[in-house]
């Protein structure tokens, strides 16, 4: 179980596998690079990603408000008139709207074009994890905040991605810990912790629910709701019985009442394997990636790094097998058209359409990965959209793809030679024969493999149900 | 553009486009036994099999689990203002339907349905063991599971499996983009729709007609070239193939139906009311569905709950009110039963943040051309003593609502789709 390959396998084609899985796949140039410079230094390329730096800065606005700043704000606000007052609120989500428009151009302009594309991947597994919304925020500044604590523990310790996470703030407001007091505890975090956070449903029981909402109460947000802060005189003091222990327990007592299950690490182990592998793990595979875990003392790095070289991840029923999320498809369909991203807006209405809005998960459960990404209605959007990132579309400020540049002049010259490369840049997934004679009667019916000629067969090429798989 | 108006059934297409000669690959080996089947069931009796009376469920789900107390209200129980002393509503404010019991007054949209004997209210509807997650609440109701059993088929796709053999793919249409669990069968039918008027294949039409045309010739086949499915190919490349067959199998007539029909009656400009508007249209436009499926989300009011729970409700009733009025004037009212549901109650005491936590036990609507009484079930003590864990108990398994609605209005026995038998809750 575990076992690593033999490096001798290590080629063209595992390396685009792991390309498309530990990124967000890429150009043959890329794969080929990576084929190269061999197994172990592929692997360390993607996760040693802490040695790679990483000079993209901060959005200039990403910063907290001052407390003076907001009672200024808040002052304001308050003796304004109440039409006033309303012009005043629709100014500000304008502005926190165009800052959330930015933080996304941000974010996916690290996923494609980022020095550390394992980082980025593993913020998107833990943003689909630990799913909160900007629907409830509104504050685009706490998303980045959690975006920014899902990067930096991207691969880190397990313990403390859950502790950074019960006490962010953006989590405090999506799931009303922040209301949550000893006379009222709420519930919403304390179920949500166990149920899809740490241990999965069936391991905890609803009286763990009841009594970690009163331990978990002390938690809060200082006025201007961008910090977190303990309140001591909102804390349960009683006594509290959580997975079998008794005591005056809170929030910290908790979290590691529930790092000590076995579970814990079978869970969040079995999630980055369904994650990363595209398929569940089987019950001793599981187990193999928890003990991995557990040896490093809850560190995710070498977790990854056996996963990641294991004859399981290579494995046929792996390969090429997964369906690509919305988010991979469209940051690798742009990079191997060799093209910049559209404006952010665009990729916004673009991953809303195809069922993956970024800061916009459908409810804490996250997303639904895998084949469920492809009904009859987001086939058709896949099928349309790749259209507009092929030939452009001015109305929405996309640029066409310069896809003269990615043949060469030779391919050019020949079709069945621009057949073969084409099916080498876009697909790990053979085409079948029908479908290359297909694209073959295409091109035949064409005089010459002029631009519009090479866009057309590309997207035709992409609209087929092997290049949504990955 | 030209828009398509060739209208094929799944039968028509497979045959034509497969097996008509004009193709001369191999004939996909789950595309084959699919014919076989149609050949042996349904072919040639004409159009495919619709239900009895031409019967079509609309389900409508509520999503995030809705208060069913401050749905119905039990305005002369003290047990109710005690454990809602913020957010109980008072009795004069309620559409009265009992001595007793008076409906939320957003939902004032739903009181020509109830004075026509159209609406049913069903008290206390449950299952033993109850889930107070949202997901697995979820699951246990698409899926029709015991709560202590995980099942992978929704029981409107096993109703799609067991009784709709020969049917399209367009037997169930969900208007949303993801599938609802409830679809999944065996045979994978039923299809997502978003919006009719992305739902084609699109060629930029700087080309010319020549072109265009057989760049979508090119694109029908690209999609239908699942040559053999190799045993050892991975299960997702064969489910999007068949995808990629169904969309272009619904592609041409779910654009044609939406638009030969002009809706007469005005909707919220809600997401729930253009979906049943949309719905409205296919129905009265012709589509051989059976089954539609619609959504609307918001209802986990843990936080100051009365003004949510006073909008979404209101979206409720004026889109189910324009939805039947607009089925009664284009005359289809009385093919079609809708019926919410909502993955659960919430708990009897309100909580300190003005609002409400996950509970049990809830309500659901049925609206049907002649309901059997406006209340059905029984409504749920809120003494203490009675709750289970501050949750109220159920009464009407809602199994026996499924079972109600196959066997007494899509005419169907219910005990192969549900997997067990339950006693059928008179509905119509």
Same mark, same amino acid.
């Given at each position: ?14 390396? %685009? ?63 304004? /008139? ?289 084949? /469920? ?7 058709? /959007? ?38 073969? %490369? ?25 005089? %010459? ?22 | ?20 000669? !004009? ?18 069931? !349904? ?47 008072? !009795? ?109 294949? $699109? ?25 053999? $499915? ?56 012709? $589509? ?5 499926? !619609? ?67 809830? $309500? ?65």
């Amino acid at each position: 179980m575990l076992e690593p390959i033999n490096p001798k396998q290590w080629d063209y084609r595992l390396a %685009a596998h792991l390309l498309n899985r530990a990124g967000f796949g890429g150009p043959p140039d890329e794969i080929e690079r990576l084929a190269k410079i061999g197994f172990d230094k592929a692997i360390s390329y993607f996760v040693d990603f802490d040695r790679v730096s990483d000079p993209t800065p901060a959005p200039a606005w990403a910063k907290a408000e001052s407390e003076e700043q907001w009672e200024q704000r808040s002052a304001a606000r308050r003796a304004a /008139d109440p039409k006033q007052r309303s012009q005043i609120d629709a100014m500000r989500r304008s502005q926190e709207r165009k800052n959330l428009s930015d933080l996304l151009g941000w974010w996916l302009k690290r996923m494609a074009n980022g020095s550390r594309p394992l980082q980025e991947k593993l913020t998107l597994f833990w943003h689909d994890h630990f799913a909160t919304s900007y629907e409830k925020l509104e504050n685009a500044y706490l998303m980045w905040l959690q975006n920014e604590t899902f990067r930096r523990n991207a691969a880190g310790n397990w313990t403390r991605m859950l502790e950074e996470i019960t006490v962010d703030p953006a989590m405090l407001v999506w799931l009303d810990q922040h209301t949550s007091n000893k006379r009222h505890p709420n519930e919403n975090y304390a179920r949500e912790v166990m149920e899809l956070f740490s241990l999965g449903e069936g391991n905890y029981t609803e009286r763990d629910v009841v009594e970690t909402a009163r331990a978990l109460t002390g938690l809060a947000l200082d006025k201007t709701r961008q910090n977190y802060v303990y309140k001591p005189e909102i804390h349960d003091e009683g006594a509290k019985t959580v997975l079998g222990k008794t005591g005056n327990l809170d929030w910290q007592d908790v979290l590691k009442l529930i790092q000590l299950q076995p579970q814990s690490q079978r869970f969040i182990a079995g999630k980055l394997w369904t994650w990363f592998a595209g398929v569940p793990p089987s019950r001793e595979l599981t187990d193999a990636l928890a003990e991995e875990l557990r040896r490093s003392a809850n560190h995710f790095q070498p977790m990854l790094k056996v996963l990641f070289s294991s004859q399981e991840f290579y494995s046929p029923e792996v390969l090429a097998a997964q369906v690509k999320s919305p988010v991979q498809w469209l940051v690798g369909t742009c990079r191997v058209l060799g093209r910049e991203l559209p404006p952010p807006d665009t990729c916004d209405s673009m991953l809303t359409s195809l069922g993956q809005r970024l800061f916009f998960p459908p409810d804490v459960n996250g997303w639904v990965d895998g084949p /469920d990404w492809i009904t009859t209605n987001n086939l058709l /959007d896949r099928y349309n959209l790749v259209e507009r990132l092929i030939l452009g579309d001015p109305g929405r400020k996309i640029t066409p793809a310069p896809v003269a540049k990615l043949f060469t002049r030779a391919e050019l010259a020949d079709k069945a030679a621009f057949l073969a %490369a084409l099916e080498r840049r876009f697909f790990l997934v053979p085409l079948e024969d029908s479908q290359k004679k297909t694209l073959f009667d295409f091109l035949a019916a064409r005089r %010459a493999l002029d631009d519009a000629t090479v866009q057309q067969t590309i997207r035709l090429a992409l609209s087929t149900p092997q290049y949504q798989l990955t | 553009m030209n828009p398509p108006t060739t209208l094929k059934t799944r039968r028509e297409f497979l045959r034509t486009t497969l097996l008509g000669g !004009a193709v001369s690959w191999t004939v996909p080996a789950f595309i084959d036994s699919t014919f076989t089947a149609l050949n042996s069931e !349904a072919a040639d009796k004409g159009p495919q099999a619709a239900s009895r009376d031409g019967r079509i469920v609309v389900l409508l789900q509520i999503a995030g689990g809705n208060d069913g107390l401050n749905t119905i209200v039990p305005f002369t129980n003290d047990h109710y203002y005690k454990a809602r002393p913020t957010i109980g509503l008072q !009795a004069r404010s309620l559409i009265k339907l009992t001595r007793e019991l008076g409906l939320h007054p957003s939902l004032a949209g739903l009181r020509s349905l109830i004075v026509g004997g159209q609406l049913a209210v069903v008290q206390g509807v449950g299952y033993p063991n109850p889930n107070r997650s949202h997901f697995r609440g979820t699951d246990i109701w698409a899926t029709a599971s015991d709560a202590d059993k995980f099942v992978n088929t929704g029981w409107l796709g096993r109703y799609f499996d067991n009784a709709c053999a020969g049917a399209d793919p367009t037997v169930g249409i969900a208007v949303s983009r993801q599938r609802p669990l409830s679809f999944a069968g065996k045979s994978g039918k039923g299809i997502n729709v978003d919006n009719p008027d992305n739902y084609r294949f $699109m060629v930029s039409s700087k080309d010319d007609a020549g072109t265009m045309a057989t760049t979508q010739q090119s694109y029908r086949e690209l999609n239908q070239s699942s040559s053999t $499915m190799a045993a050892d190919a991975a299960a997702s490349i064969n489910y999007v193939k068949r995808v990629a067959l169904d969309v272009q199998v619904s592609s041409d007539q779910i654009i044609a139906r939406s638009k030969s029909i002009e809706n007469k009656a005005k909707y919220p400009s809600s997401q729930l009311g253009n979906s049943l508007k949309l719905i409205a249209r296919w129905i009265a436009g012709g $589509m051989p569905t059976r089954v539609y499926y !619609a959504s609307q989300g918001g209802y986990d009011t843990h936080i100051n709950q009365p003004p949510a729970h006073e909008r979404l409700l209101k979206d409720l009733g004026d889109s189910i009110q324009a939805f039947t009025d607009d089925l009664k004037a284009l005359g289809h009212f009385n093919r079609v039963l809708l019926m919410t549901f909502s993955e659960f109650g919430r708990r009897v005491k309100e909580n300190a943040s003005t609002g409400t936590d996950h509970g049990a036990g809830s $309500m659901l609507f049925v609206v049907a051309p002649k309901v059997k009484s406006s209340l059905l079930g029984k409504y749920p003590s809120l003494a203490p003593a009675d709750l289970h864990q501050g949750d109220l108990k159920y009464n009407v398994d809602f199994r026996q609502v499924y079972a109600g609605v196959l066997e007494g209005w899509l005419q169907t026995p219910s005990q192969p789709i549900l997997g067990q038998q339950f006693e059928p809750l008179a509905l119509v």
